[in-house]
């Protein structure tokens, strides 16, 4: 028995530690320990040093967090900056009116003057990075409980943050890595005046629409432009025509020499949240369990929202970014649970924990430390799923109405309004705020919309989530209507003043606090707080409870999990910090007798045109270009132009806009999504089916040059011929 446990682990140990190239988002502080070496053998020519310095400038200096959640890269040493058209869509959409729709027809500023400021927008570099493990484990325990560890931890990462950051501007934090085995600080710099500076057309930025996302091949221009400014001793400072571009400590170069099949590529940015050290119990309550509540959630808002986007201009503005958001969750989810399936991933896990259940019982040490992990696991997430199902229908239903988030806004105008200790004065200060954000919320809001939302979700709701975990309001509202939620809908809109911009606009311009009952008293302000009480009062403690003894359960099976194989090279889950992943260019078999080449041309946009589908029109000076074949210094050796490329770099959400770079540190490439096969790599990397998609950074040189007439942008490039 002993000698058959001993090659079963053989096999596995083996098998984990097979060279999978392209698996991983490596810490760049790393890099020279763990990775150097693969990645020199598998053709990159510089050094570890050149991607991560804190002794001199190195391409993390070149690489920026944008706002919060994608990447960005500085092209030049003016502050100009690179990142996704739907990582800036959002600040587009900002600008847009009817009278100047730069979503529909993109926004090019002819001089620095011109460029428009983003007030909330913020880009961070990383200044540096440390392993801080010891300091901050230093008095921890085994023998203590999750919470008392915690506070411990807090305490001491709250002092390593203080000492780092003493005198300067900067800001930092410590993070856990591992499951909470490990802790890294990283400090870093935030600039907060950052402007637009050009993006396409959606036709171009957006090319494809939904119907792409998550597709390939595909043909998305997915590029936007900003420039980071700074005080004139090139820190950060708040927005002031004042400021001066930012002059980075280094900035990208940028090759037009093109790329085939084979070469070594690695991406550097900030990827979201990965988690591929789960038990199987988890990877069947996301991708069995959550994911087909919430794709059929979205599906319901995303019908009603297109078919209104279709009909009315001013509605497709208002709901183009909105709908994006939903969209882009909504077809990942479809594709991560598809991959799971076709992966036999949960099958795939069981069977690792037969292993591990083996390994862990076969001596006395590992039996006492791990033995019980497995069952506890099955325990927590058995009592955990009906739960996390019921707070799914809840988040992706009951709150995809928008006046019931927006109501929700004035609790604690309410709040504030009661208590003795608050002057006029505060009211009056918080209520200026509330008119901010209510001119922001209805410059974007459509009622009939959001009525339409109101009768479809909420009746799914009712309909479909176990009715012992519903919310009361919501369950006896629904009782006084008999079950008709569209007459619970007339009724309610009818009566709020929240979702009629004169009426809430007319009384907050009015308001004194004597005038809170009509707040408190009002139907959607009553649902709303009603629904958000049952999430604090109800879902959190569970919540809280769960993620708590998970925590210390994934901490220890992490723990395990390195014990149980110490010579593979473990990555950390992604979390939002700084990292690098790499592999090469390559095509890949998505199907039986299916084969996708590598790369896409401008032949495919004009192949997709359809100028009745709004996400295929074609920009006529691009048809122009194009039948010119006027494509200047930007064409490949094959005479036509490239638009998009894969390669087999692990990315996930956040590495949105990143730098795709060759095997000299040049940009070749801006990461914009990944093909709909490989969406389950969050939980579980298939080297067969896993890869990112990029835009061919030459494409975006060609439009913002030869479309756009912006040649001065690219003067300030540094180009690599």
Known sequence: MKIKLLAATLILTLLTNLSRAGEGMWLPLLLSQLNEKEMRDMGMRITAEDIYSVNHSSLKDAIVLFGGGCTGELVSDQGLLLTNHHCGYGNIQKHSTLEHD???????????????????????????????????????????????????????????????????????????????????LFVAETFTDVRLVGAPPSNIGKFGGDTDNWMWPRHTGDFSMFRIYAGKNNEPADYSKDNVPYHPAKHLSISLKGIKEGDFTFVY???????????SYAVDMTALQRNPI???????????????????????????????????????????????????????????????????????????????????????????????????????????????????????????????????ADIQKLTKQLQQSAAAFYKNYNKKVDIQLFE?????????????RQVPVVKETSAKFKGNIPAWAADLYKK?????????????????????????????????????????????????????????LQRQYMAAQMEMQPEKHFYPDANSTLRVAYGNVKSYFPADAVKYTWFTTLDGIMQKENPDIYDYVVEPKLKELYNLRDYGRYADAD???????????????????????????QLIGINFDRCWEGTMSDLMYDPDQCRNISLDIRYCLFIIDKMAGAGRLVDEMTIAE
């Open 102 to 184: 730069y979503l529909t027809n993109g926004y090019w500023a002819q001089r620095m003057e011109e460029e428009l400021p983003n007030p909330g927008l913020s880009v961070t570099f990383l200044v540096r990075m440390e392993d801080v493990t010891s300091q901050v484990l230093m008095n921890v325990n085994d023998k203590m409980n999750q919470k008392v560890r915690d506070s411990i931890i807090q305490a001491s990462m709250k002092v390593l943050v203080s000492t780092a950051i003493k005198g300067t501007h900067y800001s930092a934090q410590v993070k856990p890595f591992y499951a909470g085995n490990q802790f890294y």
């Open 456 to 468: 479809s979700l909420l009746t799914t709701y009712t309909l479909s989530c176990e009715t012992g």
């Open 496 to 552: 709020t003043m929240i979702a009629d911009s004169a009426r809430m606009n007319a009384f907050l311009a009015g308001f004194d606090r004597g005038d809170i009952r009509k707040i408190e008293k009002d139907p959607a302000y009553i649902l709303a707080t009603g629904i958000y009480d049952y999430m604090q009062n109800y879902f959190a403690p569970v919540l809280s409870a769960f993620n708590a003894g998970n925590d210390s």
């Open 639 to 665: 005479k036509s132009i490239h638009v998009a490329f894969i390669a087999s770099n692990h990315t996930t959400g956040g590495n949105s806009g990143s730098p795709v770079l060759n095997a000299d540190g």
């Open 269 to 279: 940015g900030f990827p979201g949240t990965t988690q591929e050290y789960l038990p």
């Open 294 to 424: 919430a794709i059929g959630l979205r599906q319901q808002r995303l019908d009603i929202i297109d078919r209104a986007m279709e009909s009315d201009k001013l509605t497709r503005i208002q709901y183009s970014a909105k709908a994006a958001g939903i969209a882009n969750t909504w077809k990942k989810m479809i594709g991560e649970t598809r991959g799971i399936k076709r992966l036999d991933g949960i099958e795939k896990k069981q069977e690792f924990e037969t292993n591990f259940q083996q390994w862990a019982q076969s001596k006395p040490g590992t039996s006492a430390k791990y033995g019980q992990l497995l069952p506890a696991f099955s325990m927590a997430y058995q009592n955990f799923i009906p739960v996390n199902n019921a707070y799914t229908y809840l988040t992706e239903g009951l709150l995809g109405v928008e006046i019931i988030r927006f109501a929700n806004g004035y609790s604690n105008l309410v709040k504030q309004c009661s208590d003795k200790s608050k002057s006029d």
